[in-house]
């Protein structure tokens, strides 16, 4: 009888120090940690990372003048245009679009 009693009560122990260590676990440790934010497209980061670029590019050669002795006049002629989307809008415009036009006179020695 006498040996039930201290399993009982050591029982009841255990017990008392289980919820007593889980109440301690679960106290009140102050508010979460901030979250910070790092990479592309987040709330308040840079416009200067590219989500998407487009540059389709033509180009014409025309060989103007040419001679075995003296060489070889040739102009090339080349339009590209770019469109570019950044991660994050921010403030400014949700594209850019521009059209550049290059032209090359060139003469080659024979």
Known sequence: MAAQSEDRDLRILQ????????????????PPPVTTFTGYGFPGSGNSANRYIY????????????????????????????????????????????????VNLRYDLP
């Open 15 to 30: 017990r008392r120090l289980l919820r007593k260590e889980l109440r301690r676990c679960h106290q009140y440790r102050g």
């Open 55 to 102: 540059e389709p590019t033509f180009g014409l050669h025309y060989m103007m003048w040419r001679n075995p002795n003296y060489g070889d006049i040739r102009i090339m002629t080349q339009f590209s245009y770019v469109s570019r989307t950044p991660w994050n809008i921010g403030s400014g415009p949700a594209t850019a679009h521009m059209g550049m036009a290059y």
